[in-house]
Every structure is written in C-alpha cells, then in structure tokens.
C-alpha cells in the first residue's frame, strides 16, 4: 500500500528546504564560525619601509574585512562542513550539518538553528527528504550559481531547486532575520523563507505570490513526520481561498482533505489571547494574498512551530533564554478541543476510541506493516478499516504502521515478541457496561473498607500501645544495665572489684564488667548529682577559671567532680579534649580521669578525690607551706618532672600541656604530686617539633614568651612553665603577684640577679632556711633559670631536665638573662604598685 500523496498545491519538492522543531532536542555539531589567518612581517624602521608596511596593512585589514564577512556568507569556492557554521551578522542564527534521533541515526541535514540554543534545535531543513547518511555533507555553490549539497558519495542536492540563478556570479548569506538567501549582486534569486517547514519565524509568510503569473506559488508550513525524523509529516497549515474568502486551515495529506477552517481573525485572536506582543499583518490584492506577523517587543524573539501530533505550538527567545509557552496554541489535536478540534472518520460508531496498551505486541504475523508513515497517519487508516483493531509503530523514531485485524480476545491472549506501544481499539458500549461494573465493584470494595477500617484502626492503635509499653521498658531496662555497668567500669577505674556494686540494692543486676573493657564510664547528670549533695556549697573544694570543684561520695569511694560552667572559656572541644587525652594516660604523677557526663548543657569530668587539694594552696599559704619542708618540695619538683617526661616522650600520646601551674599540681594523701588540668592540651604527631595557634590560651606568668606573643609552642613551652614553677616552690613566691620595690619587677628577673651576684640563697623560702639544704637549692635554682631562657634552644628537654634533678654533681652550663618586660604578661606598672593576681587560664584571639 502507498501512503497518499499532497494534493498538487501541495506538492513538496523532495530537494526543497524544509525545517522542523521537534518538542525534544536534538543532537548536532558544535557552532563555530568560519576562521582565517593572517600575520604581518616585521618591517624595520627605515623610510625606505614605510610605503611595504603601508601595503601590508592594508592587505590586513582586507583579511580582516573578508574575514568578518565570511562568517555570515559562502562564497563560490567555498566550502561548508560538518565542522564549520554560517553565524548571522546579529549572532542569532547559525547555519551548518546536525544529526537528528540522538546515537541511534546516522542522518545528517543542513538547517538552521538559533546560536545561542545548546540543543541546536532547527528552524529550518534544506534537505529533508534526501538525509545525508554520515558526516561527509559539503554545501557549496556550484559553477553555475547554484547551492548543492554534495557528499562522499558524489550525489548532489540541488537546496533551491525552483528558483535557479542564471549565472555563476552569486553569493549565499545567512541574514539576521534568520533566512538563507542566494544573491546575485542585489538581487534575491532565493531564500529559505520562501519554503517554510513547521517554523514559523517573524517576518515569514504563509499564503500566495505572483499570482496571475507563470512563477505563482504558496507558502505553507509542513509538520515533521516523528520528533526525530525531519520527512514531512501527517499535517499542514496553510492560507486557502475558497468562494473568495480566505481561511486557515489544518490539511491532512494522507487523505487529501480539509480537517478544519480557522479565518483570518479567528486566528489572530488565537495568538492574541496567548501572547500580547504579535503584530499580525494580513495583505490582500491582485498580486498577493498573505499572512504574516512580527512581534511588538524589541528585546524579544517568538514564533510558533507546527508539531507532528497537529499542534500548534508557541516559543519565546529573550536573551539567551529559550522557553515554551505554558500551553499551545491547539492543544492535542484529537482530545476535541474547540478552537482546533480534527473531525477523523467515524465509520465505526460503536468501537470509534482507542486506547494505549504497553507491554507486548502480537507477533509478526498478525498484521500488515507500511514503511514511512507517522502514528497519525496510522489512526487515521486504522479508522477508515473497522476490521483494524489495533494499530501502532514499530520503529523507535515513531514511523513505520503496524495494523492488526484479528480478534481483540485473541489479541490479548497473543504473546508479544519485544516491548511496545500499541493503541486498541475499544467499543463504546461495552466500555460503558464494563464502567459500571467497575463501580459496582469498586461500590462493594468501598462498603467493605467502611466496615474494616475502623476493626483495623483499633487492632493498630492497640499494638502501637503495646510496642511504645514495651520500648519504654526495655529502654528503662537498658537505662538500668548501662547505669550498672557504667558504675562497675567506674570501679574497675579505682581498682575496686566490681563485686562492690552488688552490696547496693539498686544494681544487684550488676553482671561481670572485664577489666579489658577499659572504657570511660558515662554517669547520669542524676548521678553526680546525687553524689555531691545536689551540688551543696559544704562540698564545693574550689573555683577555677573554668568552674567549680566539689566533692562527692559514689560507691563508698570519695570523687572530685570538675562542673564546667555554663559561661566558661572551655567549651565542648576542650571537654572533648581533656576526656580523650586523660583517658589514654596512665601515670602515677597524672591525676586520673574515672568518668564524665554530657547530658543536656552539663559538662561534668570525675576524677580521683586528692585530700591534700592543689599545691600552690600550700606553698602560697603561711600557715601551710612550713609543712612542706625541703625534701619534700625536691620530691614534689621531680614527681613533676616525671610526670612531664611522659607526657613529653613515652606515653601512648606526645602531649603537650600548656596550662602547667601550681594550682594545675595536685597533692595526694602522702603529698605525692599530680599534673592535672589537661583542657588546653594538644597532641603532636611522633616528628612533629612545634606548632602555631592563633588561640593563645593559658595563664600569664607561666606561658613562655615565644607563645604569649606569637602563639608558637612546643615541649620547651612546657619546659618554661615548669621552670616558673620551681621558682615559685623553691622560692614561696607566686610570680604573678612578685612586687620587690628596689628589685626586679618579676620573680624570674629577682632571683637572674641574685644568682648573678651569688647571692641565689637569699630567694630560698624563709620557712626552709635550713643550711643543709643550700647546695640542693643552687642546683634547682640553676635548673630553674635554664628552663626560663628566653630562647627554647636554650632550655633543655625535660629529660635533661630529670638527669639534671637526679645527678648532684653535674657541671651545669650557665644560664642566660630570662625574659624581663619585653614579653606580655611577665610585668606591669599597674600589677607592681597594686599587686594584681591574675592566676585564671586566659584565651586570646588573633587575626589569622
């Protein structure tokens, strides 16, 4: 069967330039504009050169000039590829090969798209009919004036068949209305607006020209046959005279007839009622008789597409920016919309309606294929053919009519050989009879759903009861076991057995905790409370800068909790910190950590309870420091060291401490000192020297100076601190309260000058004063002035430091004058007349 032919006014030339806009984009070729070259030699600079360098610029700008007008024309002898584009003088449009239908075609058109559009969506189609089936397409112009489209093949496709130019003198420009243009010297032999495709673009015109002559023609738009396939396709919209009046109209060339009649003004009310900014223009005279449009606004392109179902769809350009309108002109031709409604035959009343069914196709047996034709083409078939029961296409690019006339019973039982899309046909009547028994049933699901509903919204209404009732009891059951084995790792922290949790009632339950499971125990906000008395001032052992320290008694062993207050400097991160860091050492010179608890804004650390509380509260009291005679303050400084080289070289992690201060040293039962306070800590790698922040943190007066002024740190910082702090010990001053009137105007200044005149014995603590103890104290006042030197070069390792503590006889180097006022912290007019303490950990912020 062959598919029905265009009437003869609406023949198509199969060379004839059509284009097409698909609803989906399509692929093609990069646009990019025609390019040459050219380069000036080097002229020296001589009178003689000027008239070579004059003739040469000229010759340049004229490359120039030739350059700049081909972008937008082809020239005889010239050549379009697939690479190269033709861009309009306006940088619009572009004119080159594309490829449609994606990886699946390899069919190559020339058209015309808009530039800036990235899916090079075409406006216009030379050779629609005649593709080009690889990448080898050339547009040229031919010897005779002509433009041809050639291939590897050597087949040549004449673009402007009907309007031949008489000599070989003519130019191709691409104009800045987006139409292609033959010219001989002034004069148009052809352009791409004279044959229209489904585009139609401001400034073309749809209707008849020359009339009364030999050369009488119309202009007409042609859908595409697929959205991939440019071919021309099931509808047409052209302008006809009919009993002298002129109409718009659908055409159906499958069939040879009018399917609907639009007049000039209905149309144009059409557009008006979509968009406000057409001008539409409708000329009628003894020559001519046209339509055409232009738009009102000058920042904005529209125009209108026929597309290959039969709508009539509108675009808009502004700027770059290509969109739809919200709704076509007509919408879906066949849903009978008023304005554009297509009567089809109804030469089956009774099974006039189809409906789309996905999965399987019958076999290849069963029906009748025709090549070529659109899935409007095949409905309209299937209709004129009450034995056709179904219809659909079987190619991918939705061409091709697949017609099936057996049985509908028989084709649904039929076993489809690939998946497909297939529209069957459906009687009217029955489809009724079946609509009510579809309501009917779906009548009795609903009755039957009123009934249940209810049953089933109690039943799960109970069990969500039931399973909440039974969450909330394992989570308390949970709750209780975690508090049970919490408090067991809280024994095994003190060395305890964790049998002595079972005297207490409240965790008979408690089941075996290892002591592999060194885990940090999490305790209850509740739980801490409990133990310190709800936080009772009686229990309350100190402040410090980050909050208070009370005592507490938990499972008959007497804790020390650390509350961080709510308002400190320390925030999650240096809680976080400390736990971490405590929680890897282990060190009889460390305080250790045995829990913490984080629950709401709390931030609670227990430690073990210290009787004899914080050094400097001996040392700086005078009831208390005749207590602490000589041998046991030398005991106190190399339990310091001690603990200070761990952190330094052999625990699991190098720590080093930045806030080491008398009040950080705590002292137990037998007076044996413990490094504590570890919230300002860091971490260095195993080849890590020294580190810089731009948060100084830590306390004046024990902070060396390259820290407190540039934030840079490292075990040598820790050094200095230690080495104020045995000042301080050996001495009974507290540096950052020292005032000396005829002295210097801090501790470590006083006692560089006494040790400088050998008169070091006259900074030993007054409660000492035991002649015995002289030697000892020179050395550990030489110890202390090298670990105060100003530079961390000069200050020895704290291992240097214990063999120093530990050899009497050792020949010490001389120390360096230590830091006087030149650093921050260290002195002050005001602390010097006032006496100012200022003991608390600081934080500092600098610009980065």
Not at 324 to 353: E, F, M, Q
Request: charged share 20%; proline share 4%; with cysteine.
């Amino acid at each position: 069967m062959q598919r029905p032919m265009l009437p003869s006014r609406f023949q198509v030339d199969q060379s004839m330039p059509f284009t097409e806009n698909p609803p989906e984009r399509l692929q093609g070729n990069t646009s990019q504009r025609l390019e040459n070259s050219s380069s000036m030699a080097t002229a020296q600079f001589s009178l003689s050169d000027m008239f070579t360098k004059f003739c040469v610029f000229l010759v340049f700008c004229s490359c120039c000039l030739r350059l700049s007008e081909a972008t937008n024309t082809l020239l005889p002898g010239q050549d379009l590829k697939d690479n190269k584009t033709l861009v309009s003088s306006n940088e619009e449009f572009a004119l080159g090969f594309f490829r449609t239908g994606g990886s699946s075609s390899s069919n190559y058109y020339l058209g015309i798209w808009f530039k800036d559009d990235p899916y090079k969506v075409p406006v216009w189609v030379a050779n629609r009919e005649q593709p080009i089936p690889d990448s080898s397409g050339v547009l040229s112009i031919r010897s005779d004036g002509n433009l041809v489209i050639s291939d590897r093949r050597l087949i040549q496709v004449l673009v402007n068949p009907a309007m031949l130019a008489t000599n070989g003198s003519t130019v191709a420009r691409l104009l800045d209305s987006g139409s292609f243009v033959l010219l001989e010297g002034e004069s148009t032999v052809w352009e791409s607006f004279y044959y229209p495709s489904d585009t139609f673009l401001p400034g073309m015109k749809l209707g008849f020209f020359n009339l009364g002559t030999e050369k009488a023609r119309d202009q007409f738009l042609v859908s595409w046959q697929s959205p991939s396939v440019p071919s021309t396709g099931s509808f047409v919209l052209a302008l006809m005279a009919t009993m002298n009046k002129t109409q718009l109209m659908f055409h159906r060339d499958d069939v040879s007839r009018v399917i609907r009649y639009l007049d000039e003004h209905r149309f144009r009310s059409l557009l008006n009622s979509l968009l406000e900014d057409y001008d539409i223009t409708f000329v009628s005279d003894a020559g001519e008789m046209y339509l055409t449009y232009d738009t009102s606004v000058t920042d904005r392109m529209s125009w209108f597409v026929l597309s290959p179902s039969g709508q009539i769809k509108a675009f808009t350009k502004i700027g770059k920016e290509i969109s739809a309108v919200y709704s076509p002109i007509c919408t879906n031709t066949s849903s009978g919309s008023s304005d554009c409604h297509i009567d089809k035959p109804a030469l089956c009343p009774n099974a006039n309606n189809f409906r789309l069914t996905e999965g399987s196709v019958p076999k290849p047996n069963a029906f009748n294929e025709l090549d070529h034709l659109g899935i409007s083409d095949c409905e309209i078939m299937c209709r004129r053919n009450c034995s056709c029961n179904a219809f659909g296409s079987y190619r991918d690019d939705g061409t091709g009519c697949q017609f099936f006339y057996g049985d509908l019973n028989f084709f649904a039982d039929e076993t489809g050989q690939r998946d497909a899309v297939m529209l069957v046909r459906w009687n009217i009547n029955e489809t009724a009879a079946h609509v009510r028994r579809k309501a009917e049933h779906w009548s009795k699901r609903l009755l039957w759903l009123v009934l249940i509903a209810p049953v089933v919204l109690l039943v799960v209404s109970a069990m969500v009861s039931i399973s909440r009732w039974r969450n909330s009891r394992i989570a308390a059951w949970k709750n209780k076991m975690d508090t049970a084995r919490n408090l067991g790792l809280f024994l095994i922290q003190l060395g305890s057995d964790v049998s002595e949790a079972n005297q207490d009632s409240r965790y008979s339950k408690l089941i075996s905790v290892r002591k592999r499971d060194h885990e940090l125990p999490i305790l209850s906000f509740s739980c801490v409370s409990a133990a310190t008395g709800n936080f009772s001032a009686e229990n309350k052992l100190g402040e410090g800068g980050f909050g208070p320290v009370y005592k507490g008694m938990l499972l008959g062993h007497e804790i020390a909790v650390k509350r961080l207050s709510r308002k400190s400097g320390q925030g999650l991160e240096e809680f976080k910190n400390e736990v971490q860091v405590i929680l890897k050492l282990q060190h009889r010179n460390l305080v250790r950590l045995l829990g913490c608890c984080i629950e709401r804004d709390e931030k609670i650390l227990v430690y073990e309870y210290l009787a004899n509380k914080s050094l400097d509260s001996f040392l700086f009291d005078p009831n208390k420091k005749p207590s602490l005679e000589w041998k046991r303050r030398v005991r106190i400084i190399e339990g310091i060291a001690q603990g200070l080289l761990y952190l330094h070289q052999y625990s699991r992690l190098r720590v080093i401490h930045r806030d080491l201060k008398t009040s950080n040293i705590l002292l137990d039962s037998n007076m044996n000192p413990k490094i504590s306070d570890f919230g300002m800590a860091r971490i260095f790698g195993e080849n890590q020297a020294q580190a810089k922040t731009a948060r100084v943190v830590g306390t004046y007066g024990y902070m060396s100076p390259e820290y407190a002024v540039h934030g840079l740190f490292s075990v040598k910082s820790d050094v200095f601190s230690f080495g104020v702090i045995m000042l301080e010990i050996i001495s009974g001053r507290k540096n950052t309260m020292f005032a000396h009137s005829d002295h210097s105007v801090n501790l470590l200044g006083y006692a560089w000058e006494l040790w400088k005149f050998n008169r070091g014995v006259e900074l030993m603590d007054p409660a000492l004063a035991n002649p015995s103890s002289f030697g000892e104290f020179s050395l550990c006042l030489h110890i202390a002035l090298l670990c105060v030197q100003e530079h961390p070069k000069d200050r020895p390792s704290t291992s240097d430091v214990v063999q120093m503590l530990g050899n009497k006889c050792a020949n010490l180097p001389s120390p360096r004058p230590p830091p006087y006022c030149s650093h921050i912290g260290y002195c002050s007019s005001q602390e010097r007349q006032e006496g100012v303490t200022n003991d608390l950990t600081c934080s500092t912020i600098e610009a980065r």
